[in-house]
T-cell receptor, first 115, second 107 residues
Framework: EAGVAQSPRYKIIEKRQSVAFWCNPISGHATLYWYQQILGQGPKLLIQFQNNGVVDDSQLPKDRFSAERLKGVDSTLKIQPAKLEDSAVYLC?????????????FGPGTRLTVL | RKEVEQDPGPFNVPEGATVAFNCTYS??????FFWYRQDCRKEPKLLMSVYSSGNEDGRFTAQLNRASQYISLLIRDSKLSDSATYLC????????FGQGTTLQVKP
């Protein structure tokens, strides 16, 4: 079974530039998550989608971050404009159904460096 | 105070040793609990769920103490391949990850 796919794997940009990340969850998984993992910390949830609807975006910095999952399958996360503190690994995860008691499967992540 | 607290380590142990990691959480309404494993520069993967009755999976034993809001992971007979970061995870309606405890098993 194919896992969660993410691209690009690495991205280096300068501050104030824009960047977008793409995620394709495991086939049939209704719930999709975006996490931010800063070096030395655990992943922090940015946004959760159930199909194409947002379930939780309380920790998404909405002045600069946006995410969409238009057809309820793949998703994009955008940062505009980027700040130095956005340097992190952005992990996408999916689960079969909603409710965080279900196992979440993570993609390999996109490592973002903001200079 | 962090919602989920772990000692970041690193814990350096010889092969065959028994090692225990602890984790505390602040939200008494937390619903479920997990340990995830994260290898260096890789994604987290579920290691095991944690139940009040305790649960065991081979060399790994997890315990939950709801009264003390405390979770533990015991690894017996450590292998070189156990070297990784172990993330304590609490479900409060969403998953809250601790910062992780790094284990390095030496030959």
């Amino acid at each position: 079974e194919a896992g969660v796919a993410q691209s690009p794997r690495y991205k280096i940009i300068e501050k104030r530039q824009s960047v977008a990340f793409w995620c394709n969850p495991i086939s049939g998984h209704a719930t999709l998550y975006w996490y931010q993992q800063i070096l030395g910390q655990g992943p922090k949830l940015l946004i959760q989608f159930q199909n194409n609807g947002v379930v939780d975006d309380s920790q998404l910095p909405k002045d600069r971050f946006s995410a969409e999952r238009l057809k309820g399958v793949d998703s994009t996360l955008k940062i505009q404009p980027a700040k130095l503190e956005d340097s992190a690994v952005y992990l996408c995860a999916s689960s079969l159904v909603g409710g965080s008691s279900h196992e979440q499967f993570f993609g390999p992540g996109t490592r973002l460096t903001v200079l | 105070r962090k919602e989920v607290e772990q000692d970041p380590g690193p814990f350096n142990v010889p092969e065959g040793a028994t090692v225990a990691f602890n984790c505390t959480y602040s939200n008494s309404a937390s619903q479920s609990f997990f340990w995830y494993r994260q290898d260096c520069r890789k994604e987290p993967k579920l290691l095991m769920s944690v139940y009040s009755s305790g649960n065991e999976d081979g060399r790994f034993t997890a315990q939950l103490n709801r009264a003390s809001q405390y979770i533990s992971l015991l690894i017996r007979d450590s292998k070189l391949s156990d070297s990784a970061t172990y993330l304590c995870v609490v479900n409060t309606g969403k998953l809250i990850f601790g910062q992780g405890t790094t284990l390095q098993v030496k030959p």
